[in-house]
Every structure is written in structure tokens, then in C-alpha cells.
């Protein structure tokens, strides 16, 4: 049952009244009162997601009509903005940015809207909760494909073929086992409302939405053999410290991880010998791994001889520049030198994209769910327990490579709770059911 279907009708005919127009033809009226549930489901799910969220609106005319694979046809620029500006008539929202392109550095962001006490108080009124009561729209478009047009990063439509119809088919066995399961982060409420800003002043990420539980393809470059990794589901969002705390079925996980999965890529398609020492230890002795590994995997990803430093990679603070780093990695890695600058990366991730798809269509065929974190695998503990998910990620480099890679691998933790130590038969009939008072949000979702 869809639960906003009483609030979408209620508020379509308030908004008809104050319109002071003609009645709309029917045709057009079932897409205005569609865009109006499409708006109040972004609403219920932002105030579960923070008091402070901001729900997004495009309001360029041509986001509605180009690339239509990628877009809902339901969901028109008249009429939503006919119903966007209908709530704001009637006090339920209020704009708090507008949306901007600027052509000179490409970047935009869309019209950003709070919802006001009037509409929270009807929407905490509607029973359910959004995140488990929104599903997963498995008949979306989940092969994108991406490239570079007047400086801008866009999706592009494409020609189906026997090779994107296979991916689609089997990403949509892959996202019909997810969403079968229900993967999820145990926190105590005051921890995620913690993290939840932390997120939502980070510009690089999104807050974690439960609701976005299936994965979207994207590749790259234009070209189905660039990029390719598996996208959008809210695990992706999670910081690494945090990872070891998601749950699927209320069940804790364990997260496997290829080591130095493109150095190895790299030595291997070059038919080179990687030697024992870590790829980015060997750098500076290993005091600045991590900014060693990203400028690593920038060098292979840039096109060109980068003599600058990248706009991402940060360096304050460490006793070089980038230049003496770019010199450094080239030293350490002289057998692969020539691999370098050469736009390599994004062909290296469809590559890695190409094993883990074959690794989660593997056990969502036995309806297991594997959670990607691009060369990570998150699954019930028991997998790793076993080594199951180990072998079976040996195996999908083992097939790529005709080599083997060693992997990492790490069993999530069970968190404390107030109930430690308690007897059982101690705690009320309450306590029993919805757990600890301090994941309490956790445990109504987990119920």
C-alpha cells in the first residue's frame, strides 16, 4: 500500500483551489498529482534522514526531456514544477538555494528546499517508515554511461547490444537479491545523528538513505570498457571506520578487500614481477601511504603527464611537494613506468567492475547478498568465518589474471548495549522486542 497516496490527493486538490487556472485535462493532472507524491516522497524520507536535510528539485526544462533513458516520463517539468510551486503556496516547503551552473568550471548543483513544520507535522502523521516502505524500482535504468561534453561530465544515451542487455540483466539479479535483504548500519541514535551531519556538510558525499539499497553501473569515457564500478547504494556513503558496524538482516558482516588491487592489475597486464614489498610502502617507507595511494591512482588515471597536483589530492602539512612525490612513485615503480599518465585507470576499474560482477552474481543466484564497496565485498559474517567470500574472490582474480593476489579481510563487531550482562528473563516484554533504548532506530528497522 502506497502510504502517501491520502496526503498526494489531499494536497493536489488544496493546490487545484488556489491555482485560480482552468482544470487540467486528465492526462495532465495524473502527472501533476504524480510529481506531487514524487516531491512529498523526497520530503518523507529527508526528515528521517536529518532535521537539517535539503531535498533537491531540477528546474532546467531540458533535465526533464534529454537522455529519456535515464528519465522517469512520468515525471514532466510543467508539472513539477506546477506542483513545487503549488507546496510552496501552501506553506509546505521553503527554498533555501537556487540552483547554479557555472560553465567555466562545470560544476552545478540543484534548487535546494526545506520542508516546513506544516508538512513534517503531516508526514510523521503517515505510519511506516519511508525506508523500508519506499522499494527499490528495479525496472530503473541501471547502466549508465558517461562522458565529457562542452567540459562538462553528462550521461549520454546509447545503442543497446547483446553486451549492455547482458549487464542489465544481470545487475537486475543482482538488485533483485538486495532487495530481498535488508542491509543496514548499527549506530546508536545519537551516533547516527552524528554521522548523518557529518555527511550532509561533506561535498563529496550523500547521508545515508536505507531506502537506496540497490546499485547503479556507471561507465565512463563514453566507452563501455571504461569505469563500469557498481554505484548508488547508501553503503557507499558510509566512512571506512564506520563499515564494520552494517548489519544485513540484523546480522553483522565482514568486509574482504583485494590488497593493492591496481598495482598488482597494472604489474600483471604488463607481464611484470610486483616483487613482495608493498606498492606504496615502498614510497617514502611507508609514512605516507595513504597520499602515496592516491596520487598512485591518479598518475594511472590521468591522460596526460600531470605535472601539477591534482585538485583532490591535499598535501598540507608533509614534507614534500607534489613533484618530489610524482618523482618518488615513478623511482619505485620503474618496470611500470610507461603505464603511467596513460588514462589507464578507468579501464583498470571496469576490469575490477568485470570480477565483481561476476562475484555478486555468483551468490545472489543462491540469494546471498554482497555489498560492493568498489574492490571490497561486505557479507554476513559467516562467509568470512568459513572463507568462503576469500575463495570465491581468489577465484574471480584467478580468472582475470591466471594469478594469485592476497586479500584482506576483517569480521564486524558486535556493538554494546545498556542490556550487557542482563538476564533475559529480566527485561520487560518491550525491551524484548524493540532491544536497547539506544538503538532504537536501528531496532525498528531491524524488527
Same mark, same amino acid.
Given at each position: ?37 514524487? !516531491? $512529498?516522497? &523526497? ?9 537539517? =536535510?535539503?531535498?533537491?528539485? *531540477?528546474?532546467? %526544462? ?81 547502466? !549508465? $554511461?558517461? &562522458? ?9 544515451? =546509447?545503442?543497446?547490444?547483446? *553486451?549492455?542487455? %547482458? ?103 604488463? %607481464? ?103 574492490? %571490497? ?71
Amino acid at each position: 500500500m502506497d502510504r502517501l497516496e491520502g496526503l498526494t490527493s489531499t494536497l493536489a486538490s488544496e493546490i487545484n483551489a488556489v491555482e485560480q487556472r482552468k482544470k487540467r485535462p486528465a492526462d495532465a493532472q495524473a502527472k501533476f498529482e504524480y510529481a506531487i507524491h514524487h !516531491l $512529498l516522497k &523526497d520530503c518523507w524520507l529527508g526528515i528521517h534522514i536529518s532535521p537539517v =536535510y535539503e531535498c533537491g528539485i *531540477h528546474k532546467r %526544462s531540458n533535465w526533464y526531456s534529454e537522455t529519456p533513458r535515464y528519465r522517469d516520463p512520468n515525471l514532466t517539468f510543467k508539472q513539477t514544477m506546477a506542483a513545487y510551486e503549488g507546496l510552496q503556496a501552501l506553506g509546505m516547503v521553503c527554498q533555501t538555494k537556487g540552483g547554479y551552473l557555472d560553465r567555466d568550471t562545470g560544476k552545478s548543483d540543484v534548487t535546494k528546499y526545506n520542508v516546513t513544520e506544516k508538512l513534517k507535522h503531516l508526514l510523521e502523521a503517515i505510519q511506516g517508515d519511508p525506508f523500508k516502505d519506499i522499494k527499490p524500482d528495479l525496472d530503473k535504468e541501471s547502466i !549508465l $554511461l558517461r &562522458d565529457r561534453v562542452n567540459e562538462r561530465r553528462v550521461v549520454i544515451e =546509447y545503442d543497446d547490444n547483446d *553486451h549492455t542487455q %547482458s549487464m542489465r540483466k544481470n545487475l537486475r539479479t543482482i538488485n533483485a537479491c538486495l532487495a530481498r535483504h535488508w542491509p543496514d548500519l548499527e549506530l546508536t541514535d545519537d551516533e547516527y545523528v552524528q554521522l548523518q551531519l557529518r555527511l550532509i556538510g561533506d561535498k563529496n558525499k550523500s547521508p545515508v538513505d536505507f531506502s537506496k539499497r540497490i546499485l547503479t553501473r556507471i561507465f565512463s569515457n563514453g566507452s563501455f570498457e571504461q569505469g563500469g564500478r557498481f554505484y548508488r547504494a547508501w553503503w557507499h556513503n558510509v566512512p571506512s571506520d564506520l563499515r564494520k558496524h552494517i548489519t544485513i538482516n540484523g546480522k553483522r558482516t565482514c568486509e574482504y578487500d583485494y590488497s593493492q588491487l591496481n598495482p598488482h592489475m597494472i604489474y600483471f597486464n604488463a %607481464s611484470k614481477d610486483m616483487g613482495s614489498e608493498d606498492a606504496y610502502d615502498r614510497i617514502f617507507d611507508g609514512e605516507h601511504r595513504d597520499i602515496v595511494k592516491e596520487a598512485f591512482n591518479a598518475m594511472m588515471q590521468a591522460p596526460s603527464e600531470l605535472n601539477h597536483k591534482p585538485e583532490d589530492l591535499d598535501l598540507t602539512g608533509v614534507p614534500f611537494k607534489w613533484k618530489t612525490l610524482r618523482q618518488a612513485i615513478l623511482d619505485a615503480h620503474k618496470p611500470i613506468a610507461d603505464r603511467f599518465f596513460r588514462g589507464e585507470g578507468n579501464h583498470l576499474q571496469y576490469i575490477d567492475s568485470c570480477m565483481a560482477e561476476r562475484l555478486m552474481l555468483h551468490y545472489a543466484n543462491d540469494d546471498h547478498p554482497v555489498l560492493p564497496v568498489h574492490d %571490497s565485498f561486505i557479507m554476513h559474517y559467516a562467509f568470512g568465518e568459513m572463507g568462503e567470500l576469500e575463495e570465491q574472490m581468489r577465484k574471480a582474480f584467478y580468472e582475470q589474471f591466471k594469478k594469485d593476489i592476497p586479500i584482506k579481510g576483517e569480521i564486524g563487531q558486535i556493538r554494546p548495549s545498556t542490556f550487557e550482562g542482563r538476564d533475559w528473563n529480566d527485561l520487560s516484554f518491550k525491551q524484548q522486542v524493540y532491544g536497547a533504548p539506544e538503538y532504537s532506530l536501528w531496532n525498528r528497522r531491524n524488527i
